[in-house]
């Protein structure tokens, strides 16, 4: 049973480019949540997706950051003209569904994550 | 969801049991205990969670007091792969209320001497 899957493992960019991290989650999980860690902080969480929807962004920058999780495919997180202080780990969970209103304990499962330099 | 309070660093020896407190006085009854990893530069391991019953599984234990005000993880026989950063999260166990991301902290810094 593969894990969470994310690429590239590592991404250099210049100032200005566009960047694409890609997530595929575990099988047979149906959530995604993307967070970022900047060098010598801890995991900030960025964006939660259920297929085709954004359920919640609150911790996602105003500008120039998107998120997607596609009917078929992985879920996308897109840095748009990166700056060097969008470098950093990011990271991609999934988890498994549940219905709404019951109570969950369904634990996250990381990926690797994606360590983007922007030079 | 609730804060926690974890001691930023530890040191234990190899083959002995660690112990890593969390202070969570503010919990309620909704919400769960849950503790993760991150080994050096890796994604978060997820390790074990809990309610109010003490919970264990084959990685580690878990010992919440009575008035689940604190928790101890327990790593029973420490190895030097056991060096990580360990988090301590309190959040709501039902959905559709809200964040479902995870609030990290800065964690314990579990440091495993030979």
């Known amino acids: 049973n593969a894990g969470v899957m994310q690429n590239p493992r590592h991404l250099v960019r210049r100032r200005g480019q566009e960047a694409r991290l890609r997530c595929s989650p575990m099988k047979g999980h149906s959530h995604v949540y993307w967070y970022r860690q900047l060098p010598e902080e801890g995991l900030k969480f960025m964006v939660y997706?259920?297929?085709?929807?954004?359920?919640?962004e609150s911790g996602m920058p105003k500008e120039r950051f998107s998120a997607e999780f596609p009917k078929e495919g992985p879920s996308i997180l897109r840095i748009q003209q990166v700056v060097r202080g969008d470098s950093a780990a990011y990271f991609c969970?999934?988890?498994?569904?549940?219905?709404?209103?019951?109570?969950?304990?369904?634990?996250?499962?990381f990926g690797p994550g994606t360590r983007l330099t922007v030079t | 969801d609730a804060k926690t309070t974890q001691p930023p660093s530890m040191d234990c020896a190899e083959g002995r049991a660690a112990n890593l407190p969390c202070n969570h006085s503010?919990?309620?009854?909704?919400?769960?205990v849950y503790w993760y990893r991150q080994i050096h530069s890796q994604g978060p391991q997820y390790i074990i969670h809990g309610l109010k019953n003490n919970e264990t599984n084959e990685m580690a234990s878990l010992i919440i007091t009575e008035d689940r005000k604190s928790s101890t993880l327990i790593l029973p026989h420490a190895t030097l792969r056991d060096t990580a950063v360990y988090y301590c999260?309190?959040?709501?166990?039902?959905?559709?209320?809200?964040?479902?991301?995870?609030?990290f902290g800065k964690g314990t810094h579990l440091i495993i001497q030979p």
């Open positions: 969970a999934s988890s498994r569904s549940r219905d709404r209103g019951q109570p969950f304990t369904y634990e996250q499962y």
């Open positions: 997706l259920q297929k085709e929807n954004i359920i919640d």
């Open positions: 503010t919990i309620s009854g909704n919400e769960y």
């Open positions: 999260i309190v959040r709501v166990g039902y959905s559709g209320g809200g964040a479902d991301g995870l609030t």
